[in-house]
């Protein structure tokens, strides 16, 4: 999907530069690593934060799992020559309802992790595009494009306008919710 957003990006930019070069030349065009920005502002590395430590959490218990099955094999291994068949058969079938049960873990945190992600990172980035939209509009852009998305593989310092964003970003009055969360918890506590 990707690849196809490229294509697009280029035949869209041929198009313009084909039918009027004049018209070309005069367009406004920037970009903007929203990756960048998202991880560099204060609401943005709070969150990231946020799911790490979320991470770190489901990552034990999924490795507590692990181990468990891991000594429920070494078990099986070790106790296949004295157990009955039907025991031994009992202990592998035990034994795959519990691997199967700690995939199904796997895939359930991490669409919850997707999940979490996707909630943290919304606000952050409507409030990066509104910023967007105010630059855009103020300095007279006719295209603002996000780097990673829209197949740019370099462009002058001058017309990359992630550094801007974060400025403003951390600099606007009434930081997001996850900003003022913070600053009340920490408050909170003195």
């Known amino acids: 999907m990707s690849l196809q957003r490229h294509f697009i990006t280029l035949l869209a930019a041929v198009i313009v530069a084909t039918i009027s070069p004049t018209l070309f030349a005069q367009s406004r065009i920037a970009v903007v690593d929203l990756q960048r920005a998202l991880n560099e502002t204060e ?3 709070a969150a990231k934060s946020r799911l790490k430590r979320l991470f770190r ?3 034990r218990s999924l490795d507590e799992a692990q181990e468990k099955l ?3 094999k070494e078990d099986i291994e070790r106790q296949k020559n004295i ?3 039907e025991a031994l058969e009992s202990r592998l079938e035990e034994y795959q309802k519990a691997f199967i049960e700690l995939q199904s873990t796997y895939v359930e945190f991490q669409r919850e992790l997707a999940q979490k992600e996707a909630q943290l990172t919304k606000r952050i980035l409507e409030r990066m595009q509104e910023i967007l939209r105010r630059i855009g509009q103020s300095d007279n852009y006719d295209l603002i ?3 990673n998305e829209g197949g740019v593989v370099w462009v002058p310092s001058n017309l990359d306008l992630t550094d801007e964003v974060i400025q403003r970003y951390n600099s606007e009055s ?3 919710s996850m900003g003022s969360m913070r600053r009340s918890r920490m408050s909170s506590m003195e």
């Open 145 to 147: 494009v996000e780097a």
């Open 57 to 59: 959490r489901r990552q």
């Open 83 to 85: 157990l009955s068949r």
């Open 43 to 45: 609401d943005g590395r």
């Open 174 to 176: 009434g930081m997001s």
């Open 70 to 72: 891991k000594k429920m």
